[in-house]
Structures are given as structure tokens and as C-alpha cells.
């Protein structure tokens, strides 16, 4: 829509006085703009003699009132002094607007008044700045949805309806439209829908411009639903007695499916009469009017679904109005029902338009909403049940544009909301993609095409086939979407007796896509271990549950189990239908019944087992035996016959096994039904004979009514009269009887349902089961790579989250989904970036460290520091990070001294030693990084949590602990690198050795005193002799590091002088006894012999490994004490 741009001079005029402001500038040529308008107005009401007279001096009678208004605004638009931002946009409105309501004017003048409406809104001279602007906008809408004139000719009407909805459209898209309340949103809605209901005995260009400015509509309302708060505020329904009292009004007034055409007053007038009543005039097109009000009302009470209150309709607009309009567009799909077509009947018979026009409308808003649906319950409601029931109905239809509509819907919402409408997905292509696709149930060739392209722009989705196989294949309740899908495809890819097809190219490249998909995720993906699934014990097949649909190691073989369950299930259905008893035997040999059979496990085994003989399960359940009887209460408390009607539950619990026809048969089946819906639904029977002797009629007026054999048809009397006194005495309200009497003559009850594996279609009842499903049914679980794809959006909204409320997060549960959103960005190339801001925000400086997600934080990281995304920086950046949590524990240790209860500050002591070993075991991991700067960063930030304990004050069982866990095993591992990986694949290993050493040296000297009080102090001695006497002797590309061979005896003989001046290491020490001097020097013999005369040179060298004195050790218990160090050292590794 083009705007005006004004200019800040007037260049025409040389005379313009210089010191004329751009405002004053700006305000003249808006108020000529207002001025030129309302000449234009005068000039066609001059046109007419009502309004071109002229008055004598002496007549008393004045200017007409509308005359009156626009002269004034003339003479005051030049004097208004405020910016005109300030000034009241009714003031200069209401002229035009007084025109567009008056009954008096004629249709040209009518038009050019909402010209000039029309030329305010695109011109922006009204914001949401605007004093006033809401009530301006208000006015507007008001007055143009009540637009009347007098009817002079048909092509001024269409003008005029063409301005009017030029003018609405101009209002939702100007900048003031946010001040539009629900209300009036509904009314603009509702307004241009009427005139595409009027246009359709006019011009074609009206039909044409009325449904693209409703599209326009549609797409700017729902364009604006991600912006929309999510806490819906206006979608909660009051208590107080205001509300409900408003709530009525609600009904009365603002439903917008159900009351739409009674919103607005657009119509004209002639002859003094409204001509508004031939609306109706056009049989084909007062579908759109009459199936507006109607729709809603059949399906129930339509009081029962409006949503909202009257106050909420007054408020700035957003999901209430949206809920309305979207309801109201599906609605008008249900007017095929009205017109009692069958789903496969010819919806051009009797028009198109309108299905498409819904369905293109549909579209549109699903396009613009996307994945922001899920967030506003209501609508996805409606998404969830009555826009997919109709896309089922339509999706059979033989219209080839209404299915390709119906399936760019339905592909529209698997990319949106597929996690919401798994089984809406399964229904829609069992029933119709899987139904169409093949000519074999009646389809057009045209049909078979539109399917299977259908067909293929799904499986061009990377995800698509996994997806159905994980969630439908290796579901029990579901059918097998990817295997019939598959089967479907490679069928129809090879021309069997007839020439090469489009549909055998289409056929094909489905192939290709599905392959291509396939082949994609094995050279991606990381491959979980396929280890086969066997069934050891008997656990019940229904109750498998998955603990984590997150987590890929324990879906991944949840499914796989679940796959495995459903393939034996179906091979037991096999061997059921040749013979039941040993089908019986079968599952009770793969453990998927038990070896006592309870009626439960059978009952589950009828009731969730596709390919069952129905004739067979039937005359089961009817069994008089003991058993069955058990089996069949069992079977009927399967049943989720919640809120359902009393037919619809008998359709749906017959429509699963073929009815006995003897009489005893039936009698017990109907009673175990009837004790099932009475304990579900009481509503209107006093008790389960009750619902037992209706059932019994309602199945003898079923076949009353559709057998053939019977001439004389039951009347609804007959039926109302046959069912007196059965409710305890009582009888029943008639209109129940009624609707439950024509109800069953619509739709017959099918006491012999459909067998086989074939794909059923989608009758009422099987609809409102599957909605029922729907609110039980596991996750939808996503590839991984479709979270993927989200991750940085993800990541973003996290860190935001965290960074303005961190401070009130304080449980570990909320900590530690933080935190696992965190790590799992470390190796996502655009969410990483975000994702360490985020973790930096939380633990810089110990900001928002807590105990509650100390280990949390330690572990993501460590994530960030592996992370290879973001390069060696970041590594090093997270490395600093890790160092400086260990400056929180010391505050926290200081915080634990002063704790007022001992026990309090014995708790903090031990989670504070607790946390300190996990951080220096996340540390021990990074030391072997491939990486040589990573790696020996680690090493420090290592060392400087090792040696600066002072404040923590750690217990001695801890640090020896440490030394097995940590720098033992991770001494071990560096040695194991170093000798095993090439020079390529860790760059510089020498450096790193020597680093190690330094660290083991450095740490046993700090702790020396201390540890040496221990008994255990010899084990933990002989492990550092051990490790150094390995890296004397290592092996660096081949060869014997000479760096190595300098520096370990030199850090050796520093241990021992420091240990012999502190007086740990001495002859006959009572430390151990002699065994400590003995089994040292024979380590330190073998790394440098020449060390015991340098540190003890007063020795004699022939009694280091001298006599056995007293508290000595003999050959053999050396080697005990050595071995029993390397085993604690290994176990070390292995718990490292």
C-alpha cells in the first residue's frame, strides 16, 4: 500500500518564508490533505439535489447536519496548533464517518467518504502514539461495519462494497490495528465475510476482491500469534457470577462461528426497505451464510464452546479472536455434513468454492502460526479434533484441488506440529493417502496422482520415514505407517502390464528420497550398539514404558523392544486365526503371555493386536466358559468410554469384534459393556440395567432398521414407547431417546466390522476414540537431528531465561535441565556461541554458583572444554572457568566454620569434599585431550586445585582417594597415550609427561606431613615410586625420552631429601617398620642407583637390602605389598 511522503518544504513557492518549521510544514499539508478530502465529499453531495439547495435569509430551515460537520472541520483543520500526533483523530474522523453511517446518502457519496477514511489509515497519520488512537480506530470499524445507502445502481453497491473492504484491511494493517480490541477484530472478520456471501450474486470482481482481502485478514491476524503472550490470559474462564453473567453475553453477541452474520449491519437501503434479507436469494451461496450459524449447533451445545468472557472480547486483540475465526474456518467444512453428503461423495456437486476457500484460508493461518499453536491450547485443540476430522472427510474427496489443499495442510502441520498429532498423522494415512494412492478402493487415476504426490513431498522430509517407523511401526496400537507406505511405494515404482506412468516416476522418486534419507543418517549418525532383543520373563506388552524419550540410549532400545513385541504379537494373531489355542501357546512360548493364562493378558492381547479374526475373538468373548466371561470384563474395562455418548461407545466396542448372534451371547456381551459405560459415563442412567436394556434396544432398532428382511420399519414412537420405565422405574428424557433413535437410522451399527489389515476409513466413533488415544498416547519422538535444527533458537530463549532469573532458580532439578540444554550446545556449530555466554553468566566470579548446580556446572564445562566447536579459545576459556569454581568452595568452607549447628557444618564439610573431587576428576579427563594447549592446561588448572587447599581442609581418606582416582590414573592414561598414539595424533606428548611429573612431585611434597601419619602412607609411597620409575623408562616415539631420564631422578631425589629431613624416610623407621626404607630403595635403585649415596651418605649401601630386622619385609611380602599397589592402581584407572 503505497504511503504519502511528505515533504519538509513546499519547493513550488519560492516565496516559502525561510524560517517555516518542517512541523508546521508537515501539519499544513496534512490539513490540505483533510481539506481536498472534504471538498471531494461536498463536491458529490452538491451533485444531489437533497443536498444542492440553497437556503433564503429568512427560512429558518438550516444546513443539513453532515454539510455542517465537514464546513467545520474546513475552518478549523489550519488553526490547530499541537503536534498532530496530540490532536484527536475522532475530531477530523467523525465528518466522514457521520457520512458512511447516514441512511440519506446515496452510494457515490458513501464511497468517497470511505475514500477519504481510507487515504487516513494508509497515510499513518494514526499510531499507536496517537492520543486517542484506540478509540479512533474503534470508531471506524463501528462505523463502516454499520454502512448504509440508499441504492442507486449495482456498480456504485459493488464500489462501495469494495471500499469497505478496503477500508477494514486498511485498519488491521495500520500501526494503530494493535488497539483493535477481539471484539471489533471479530466484527471486521465477520463484516467482510458477509459481503463475500453478497458478492456471490454480484460482479466476479467483487467475489474475487471480497475473498483475497479476507485472506489478507486472515494472514495478518494470525501472523501476529508468535508475538502473542503464551500465559493466554484471555483464555481463562472466570467463576464469579460477573463473569458468567458476561460470559452470556459473550453468547449472544461475539460467538463468532455461530453468530456471524448477526455482527454487522453492511446492506443498503431502497424504497425506504433494507434489502438485507436477500442474502438467502442464491441457494448455493447461502451455504456460506446458513452453514455459519448452524454448523456449531449440530455438533452439540454451542454455548459449550465459547471460550471466553465478555470483558476479554473488549481487550486488545489475540487468541481470542483468533480461536473464533480459526473455529469459525473449520467450521465451514462441516457443510458437507448439512448437505448429507457422504464422505466419498462428489463435494463439486454441490460447490467447491467453499471447502476451498476454507481450506486455502486454513492454510494460511497454520502457514503463519507455525509452530506457536502449540502454545495456545485452545486453537491446537482445534487443530487436534475438528480441523483434522474434516480434512479426513475432505481428503476423500473427489475434487482433485480440495486434496491437494488438504494435503499441503496436512504437510504444513507435520512440519509444525507433528509432535502434537501423531495420531492424527496415522489416521490420515491409513485412511486416505494409504486409501488414494492405489486404484484398488475406487480411486480416480487423478486421486491415485494428487496422493502420491502427496506421498513423496513427505518422504523428501529427511525425518519423515524414521519418524513414522519409530512412533507408528514399533507402537502395538498403532498400524505400520512405514512398512505400508514402503510396500505402497516399491509397488507402484515398476509398471506391471500397463506403459511407464507419471505415478510410476512419482513412485520412484519417493523411493529415492526414502533411500537418500537413509543413507544421510548412517554416514552421520553416531550408531547406538545393535544388540538383539529376546524376551527372558513375562512382562506385560501394554505396560512397556520408556523412562526418557530424551535420551536415545534408552529410546533407541525401547523401540527396537517395542518392534520386537509388535512383529511376535502379529505372528501370534496368525497362528490365533488358524487355531486359537495354540495361537495362545505361541505367545505364551515367547513370553509375551504368561504360562498360566489371566484373563488381562488375553484381554490386552484381543484388544491391542491388529490382524485378529474378529469372528473368532467374538465367539471367544461370547463363551459361556468361566474364563471368557473373565476375559470379556477384562476386554470391556480396555475402554475409555469417558463423556461419549451411549451410541457412539456401543459403535466403537462392537466395531472391534463381530457380535455373536445367539441370543445368550449377546446377552452377556452387552452386559459387561453396560456395567463398563455405566462406571464411565452416569450422567443420565440411574444404573448398569439400565444402560443394559438401552443397549439391547438400541441393537434391536439397528437391525430393525437396516435389515432388509423387515418391511414394517420401527417408527420413533415405536422406539420411545419400547423404552418406558427402563431407567429404575423411570423413563428416560425424550429428546435423548429422539437423538439416540435417529442416530442409529443415519448410521447403522456394524455388528459384523471390517477384517484384515486393510486401512479402514474414519467413522465417527473410531474419530472419537482415537481423540481419546490421543491424550494417552507415548511422545512423539524426534530424530535427533530435527531438536537439531532448533538448538540455537533453543539456546538463545535459555539464556535469556537465565539471565534474567537465575537468582530465583534454586532447585537442583531446574539447575540440572539448565544445565543439560547447556552441555549439549557445546558441540553445535551456531548454538555454542550462545549456550557458553550462557554458562559463563552463571559462573563468572561465582555469581550464581549454588551447591544446587555446582557438579552441574563443573560437567558442562567440561563439555565446552572438550568441545572441539568454537576452537582451542574456547576450550581454554571453559578451562579457566573449571579453575576458578574452586575459589567457591573456600567461601563456602569459610560459610560452613560459622554454621550455628555442628551438624550443619559437618554436612556443608562433606558435600564441599564431595564437590572438590568432582571437579578434579572433570579436570583429570580434559589432561588427555588430543590437544596439546587444552591438554596442558589442564594440567595446570589441575595442579592449582590439588595445591591450593589451605581453607577447605579436606580429610585424609579423601586425598588418598584423589590419588587413586585421579593423578594415578591419570599419570596411567598419559603414559598409555604417549606409547600408543602416534606423534599426529597428539602433538608434543613429551611436554605433557613432564608436566604430569611435576604435578605428582609438587602434590606429594605439599601433603607429605600429613600423609605420612597414615598406616596406608607405604601403598601410596611405592604408587609415586612406581609411576616415576615408569616415566624414567618411557618410551617417546620410539625411543627413551632424555628429558624424562634428566628430570625424574632429579624431582626423586628432591621427595626423598625433603621426606628425609622431615623424617619420614629413615632406617628402622616405626613408620611401617623397614619396609618403607627397603622397598624404596629398590625403586629408587632401578631409576638411578647412584641417589641413596647422594641423599644418605653416611649409609652403607650393603645394608639396603640388608637384614631382616624387626617389623622388616621378606622378598615375598614386597612383591605382595608391590602387586596388591599396581591392582589398587588399576582399579584406580578403571574407576577414573
Not at 506421498?455 to 512412533?471: G, P, S, W
Not at 437391525?703 to 420401527?714: A, C, G, L, S
Request: proline share 3%.
Amino acid at each position: 500500500m503505497g504511503r504519502l511522503k511528505l515533504q519538509t518544504g513546499i519547493n513550488a513557492i519560492e516565496e516559502e518564508p525561510e524560517e517555516c518549521d518542517v512541523t508546521y510544514t508537515n501539519k499544513t499539508a496534512l490539513a490540505c490533505m483533510i481539506n481536498s478530502e472534504i471538498g471531494a465529499v461536498l463536491a458529490v453531495m452538491r451533485r444531489n439535489v437533497r443536498w444542492g439547495g440553497r437556503y433564503m435569509s429568512g427560512d429558518d430551515q438550516l444546513e443539513h447536519s453532515l454539510i455542517q460537520s465537514l464546513k467545520s472541520l474546513r475552518k478549523q483543520i489550519y488553526s490547530w496548533q499541537h503536534p498532530w500526533h496530540t490532536i484527536n483523530p475522532a475530531v477530523y474522523l467523525q465528518p466522514f464517518l457521520d457520512v458512511v453511517r447516514s441512511d440519506e446518502t446515496g452510494a457515490p457519496i458513501t464511497g468517497v467518504a470511505l475514500s477519504s477514511v481510507y487515504k487516513i489509515l494508509t497515510l499513518d497519520m494514526i499510531d499507536q502514539n496517537t492520543v486517542n488512537a484506540g478509540d479512533s480506530v474503534h470508531l471506524i470499524v463501528d462505523a463502516v461495519t454499520c454502512c448504509r445507502f440508499e441504492l442507486t445502481d449495482p456498480a456504485s453497491e459493488e464500489m462501495v462494497l469494495m471500499k469497505i473492504l478496503q477500508v477494514l484491511l486498511a485498519c488491521m494493517k495500520s500501526k494503530a490495528s494493535i488497539m483493535l480490541s477481539n471484539q471489533h477484530v471479530c466484527t471486521i472478520v465477520n463484516t467482510c465475510f458477509r459481503i463475500v456471501h453478497q458478492a456471490a450474486t454480484k460482479g466476479e470482481l467483487l467475489q474475487r476482491i471480497a475473498r483475497h482481502t479476507v485472506h489478507e485478514l486472515v494472514r495478518c491476524i494470525f501472523s501476529h500469534l508468535s508475538e502473542i503472550n503464551t500465559t493466554e490470559r484471555a483464555l481463562v474462564n472466570g467463576n464469579s457470577s460477573s463473569k458468567q453473567e458476561a460470559g452470556r453475553g459473550a453468547n449472544d453477541d461475539y460467538v463468532l462461528g455461530n453468530r456471524l452474520l448477526e455482527n454487522g449491519n453492511v446492506g443498503h437501503e431502497f424504497d425506504g426497505q433494507s434489502s438485507s434479507n436477500n442474502f438467502d436469494s442464491n441457494p448455493s451461496s447461502g451455504l456460506m451464510a446458513t452453514g455459519m450459524e448452524e454448523n456449531l449447533l449440530e455438533d452439540g451445545s454451542a454455548k459449550d464452546t465459547v471460550p471466553f468472557d465478555f470483558h476479554l472480547m473488549n481487550e486488545p486483540y489475540g487468541v481470542p479472536c483468533m480461536v473464533e475465526i480459526f473455529r469459525f474456518l473449520c467450521s465451514l467444512l462441516n457443510l458437507v455434513e448439512h448437505m448429507e453428503l457422504g464422505a466419498r461423495s462428489n463435494t463439486m456437486a454441490f460447490d467447491e468454492d467453499v471447502p476451498l476457500f476454507a481450506l486455502r484460508l486454513i492454510n494460511s493461518a497454520i502457514e503463519l502460526g507455525g509452530p506457536s499453536f502449540r502454545h495456545h491450547p485452545r486453537l491446537l485443540s482445534l487443530i487436534q479434533d475438528e480441523l483434522f476430522r474434516n480434512l479426513m472427510q475432505f481428503g476423500l474427496s473427489t475434487s482433485s484441488l480440495i486434496l491437494s489443499m488438504v494435503c499441503s495442510i496436512v504437510l504444513n502441520l507435520y512440519h509444525h506440529l507433528r509432535t502434537e498429532l501423531k495420531l492424527q498423522l496415522e489416521a490420515f494415512f491409513s485412511c486416505v493417502i494409504l486409501r488414494l494412492a492405489q486404484s484398488r478402493y475406487g480411486a480416480s487415476y487423478q486421486q491415485q496422482e494428487v496422493a502420491m504426490e502427496a506421498l513423496v513431498d513427505f518422504c523428501r522430509q529427511k525425518t519423515f520415514m524414521v519418524e513414522m517407523y519409530a512412533n507408528l511401526d514399533c507402537d502395538i496400537t498403532c498400524s505400520n505407517v512405514f512398512e505400508d507406505l514402503a510396500n505402497l511405494l516399491s509397488k507402484s515404482a515398476f509398471p506391471v502390464n500397463c506403459p511407464l506412468s507419471s505415478m510410476h516416476i512419482l513412485a520412484l522418486d519417493g523411493l529415492i528420497a526414502v533411500i537418500q534419507g537413509m543413507a544421510e543418517r548412517i554416514g552421520n549418525g553416531a550408531g547406538l550398539e545393535n544388540t538383539p532383543v529376546n524376551l527372558e520373563e513375562y512382562t506385560p506388552f501394554w505396560m512397556v514404558k520408556c523412562e526418557n524419550y530424551s535420551d536415545p540410549t534408552q529410546w533407541v532400545p525401547f523401540v527396537r523392544r517395542k518392534k520386537y513385541i509388535k512383529r511376535r504379537l502379529m505372528i501370534g494373531a496368525d497362528h490365533f486365526n488358524r487355531d486359537p489355542k495354540k495361537g495362545l501357546e505361541f505367545l505364551q512360548g515367547t513370553h509375551l503371555l504368561p504360562d498360566k493364562l489371566d484373563p488381562k493378558s488375553v484381554a490386552c492381547f484381543f484388544r491391542y493386536t491388529a490382524g485378529l479374526d474378529k469372528n473368532l475373538v467374538g465367539d471367544f468373548l461370547g463363551n459361556h466358559d468361566e474364563f471368557c466371561v473373565q476375559v470379556l470384563h477384562e476386554f470391556a474395562w480396555t475402554f475409555d468410554f469417558q463423556d461419549m455418548n451411549l451410541d457412539t461407545a456401543l459403535r466403537l466396542f462392537l466395531e472391534t469384534f463381530r457380535l455373536p448372534g445367539e441370543s445368550q451371547k449377546i446377552q452377556r456381551v452387552l452386559e459387561a459393556f453396560s456395567e463398563r459405560y455405566y462406571e464411565q459415563s452416569p450422567q443420565i442412567l440411574v444404573n448398569k440395567d439400565a444402560a443394559l436394556l438401552l443397549s439391547y434396544s438400541l441393537i434391536m432398532l439397528n437391525t430393525d432398521q437396516h435389515n432388509v428382511q423387515v418391511k414394517k420399519k420401527m417408527t420413533e414412537e415405536d422406539f420411545i414407547r419400547n423404552s418406558r420405565h427402563i431407567n429404575g422405574g423411570n423413563d428416560l428424557p425424550r429428546d435423548f431417546l429422539s437423538e439416540l433413535y435417529h442416530s442409529i437410522c443415519k448410521n447403522e451399527i456394524r455388528t459384523t466390522p471390517e477384517q484384515g489389515n486393510g486401512f479402514p476409513e474414519m467413522t465417527p466413533s473410531r474419530w472419537i476414540d482415537l481423540m481419546h488415544k490421543s491424550k494417552k498416547s507415548s511422545p512423539f519422538i524426534l530424530d535427533a537431528r530435527v531438536a537439531d535444527a532448533y538448538c540455537e533458537q533453543i539456546t538463545q530463549e535459555v539464556s535469556r531465561l537465565v539471565k534474567a532469573n537465575a537468582s530465583h532458580i534454586r532447585s537442583p532439578s531446574g539447575w540440572r535441565t539448565i544445565t543439560s540444554l547447556l552441555s549439549i550446545t557445546a558441540r553445535h556449530p551456531e548454538a555454542s556461541e550462545a549456550g557458553f555466554d550462557a554458562l559463563l553468566f552463571i559462573v563468572s566470579d561465582g555469581a550464581h554458583l549454588l551447591p544446587a548446580n555446582y557438579t552441574l556446572c563443573i560437567d558442562a564445562s567440561r563439555q565446552f572444554a572438550e568441545s572441539r566447536v568454537g576452537q582451542a579459545e574456547r576450550s581454554l576459556r571453559a578451562l579457566d572457568l573449571m579453575a576458578g569454581f574452586f575459589y567457591c568452595l573456600g567461601r563456602w568452607a569459610k560459610e560452613g566454620k560459622e554454621a550455628a549447628r555442628e551438624e550443619e557444618a559437618i554436612k556443608m564439610s562433606q558435600d564441599i569434599g564431595d564437590m572438590w573431587l568432582r571437579l578434579v576428576q572433570g579436570l583429570r579427563k580434559i589432561c588427555l585431550d588430543q590437544r596439546e594447549e587444552v591438554r596442558n592446561q589442564a594440567l595446570l588448572s589441575l595442579q592449582k586445585c590439588l595445591t591450593g587447599v589451605d581453607e577447605i581442609n579436606l580429610p585424609h581418606d579423601l586425598w588418598l582417594q584423589c590419588f587413586d582416582l585421579v593423578i594415578f590414573t591419570m599419570l596411567d592414561d598419559l603414559l598409555e597415550i604417549a606409547q600408543g598414539h602416534s606423534q599426529k595424533d597428539y602433538r608434543n606428548m613429551e611436554g605433557t609427561l613432564i608436566l604430569a611429573m611435576k604435578l605428582l612431585s609438587k602434590v606429594f611434597l605439599l601433603l607429605l606431613q600429613d600423609l605420612s601419619q597414615l598406616t596406608t602412607f607405604c601403598k601410596l609411597w611405592l604408587g609415586v615410586l612406581s609411576r616415576m620409575e615408569k616415566y624414567a623408562k618411557a618410551k617417546v616415539r620410539g625411543k627413551r625420552s632424555e628429558k624424562l631420564q634428566e628430570l625424574v631422578p632429579e624431582l626423586l631425589k628432591n621427595n626423598l631429601l625433603v621426606m628425609k629431613t622431615k623424617g619420614v624416610l629413615v632406617q628402622r623407621s616405626a613408620l611401617g617398620g623397614d619396609s618403607l626404607w627397603e622397598l624404596t630403595w629398590l625403586h629408587v635403585n632401578n631409576i638411578s642407583p647412584s641417589l641413596q649415596s647422594e641423599v644418605f651418605p653416611d649409609q652403607d649401601s650393603n645394608r639396603v637390602l640388608g637384614q631382616g630386622e624387626k617389623g622388616g619385609l621378606t622378598s615375598s611380602e614386597a612383591n605382595s605389598v608391590s602387586s596388591t599397589e599396581k591392582v589398587a592402581s588399576d582399579n584406580a584407572g578403571t574407576g577414573g
